[in-house]
């Protein structure tokens, strides 16, 4: 089971949105029949095999073992991954275009920009798990309190001067054996995600 997996595929992309499937992929963190989902989710059994075959056609669940009790064959199934990313690519007719607006200051241009790294990295996922090989990645992920917004735009501006001059020393435009690599660095308010206290 992968910690998160992309979903690329349209069809691939509504199955995981229903609300049952849904509930079932998070049920099958671990392991578990259809009949014991029933009794979880409170459903009947049937109801339960016929949203599992959908998720294993698209990939979404796999069967871990098939156990055999009297004349009953009970399939074990287990979710894919932990977590799910829906990529841009399951909308591809109106995926974000980062090219289309550039404005470093925009959160919809960041969006899109967002969106493509979704894209972009799920591709390479899916291209080097067929490969059966790893994919150099790195990121940084931190936070940072400003205490004004003349400092944030005074960070902003030094950010963009330290990655330029970065860039500008590691680049090299003839490395013939050179692969390109895309950065990303964004700075967005940080999301409350517990409620706060009263």
Known sequence: MFSVAVIEDAEAAEVSLDPVRA?????????????M????????????NYHLRALEKHGLV?????????????????ATAASYVISPTALSAVQPDP????????ARWLLA???RLVRDVGLLITGSTKARKRVATFA?????????????AAFAEELTVAITNLVSKYHDEDAEQGRDHRIVVAVHPSVKTEPEEC
Do not use: C, H
Request: aromatic share 2%; proline share 5%.
């Open 62 to 78: 796999e069967l871990v073992e098939e156990r055999r009790k009297g004349n009953v064959t009970e399939r074990m199934m287990r």
């Open 140 to 152: 940084i992920d931190g936070e940072v309190r400003f205490s004004s917004a003349a400092d944030r």
């Open 99 to 106: 090219a289309e607006s550039p404005d470093r200051l925009s």
């Open 23 to 35: 509930r079932l992929l998070a049920e099958l963190a671990e392991p578990a029949s259809a009949t």
């Open 37 to 48: 989902l029933a009794a979880r989710v409170d459903l009947p059994r049937q109801k339960v």
């Open 113 to 115: 920009v967002a969106g």
